[in-house]
């Protein structure tokens, strides 16, 4: 019913910066907040960002300062800018999304990307 495509994961040096995107698509209504996890290779899976349909944001710790969550509603796409990375932000990032169904019962339901992978090396 739902689908969520992320897309600009990859290799970059400690201190660059990549963009990552995550379009959703299917039978929406409305979307609620979306967010920014990640999953380093041992390590639980943790929340880097989330951004509510009003826009209010909140970030780890371990990223403020450096990533900026955005979204924009028309296009129901959720945005992870990532400035300055480190090596220890390598991971998988996962988006995820809290939607409102166009069902008749407006069902609400949570859901996952495919992940994609972030590489940051020395």
């Known amino acids: 019913q739902v689908q969520l495509v992320e897309s600009g994961g990859g290799l970059v040096q400690a201190g660059g910066s990549l963009r990552l995107s995550c379009a959703a698509s299917g039978s929406i209504f409305s979307i609620n907040a979306m967010g920014w996890y990640r999953q380093a290779p041992g390590k639980q899976r943790e929340l880097a960002a989330v951004?509510?349909?009003?826009?209010?944001?909140n970030y780890a710790d371990s990223v403020k300062g450096r990533f900026t969550i955005s979204r924009d509603n028309a296009k129901s796409t959720v945005y992870l800018q990532m400035n300055s990375l480190k090596p220890e932000d390598t991971a998988v990032y996962y988006c995820?999304?809290?939607?409102?169904?166009?069902?008749?019962?407006?069902?609400?339901?949570?859901?996952w990307g495919q992940g994609t992978q972030v590489t940051v090396s020395l």
């Open positions: 951004i509510t349909s009003g826009g209010s944001t």
């Open positions: 995820n999304a809290d939607i409102i169904l166009r069902t008749y019962f407006k069902e609400r339901s949570n859901y």
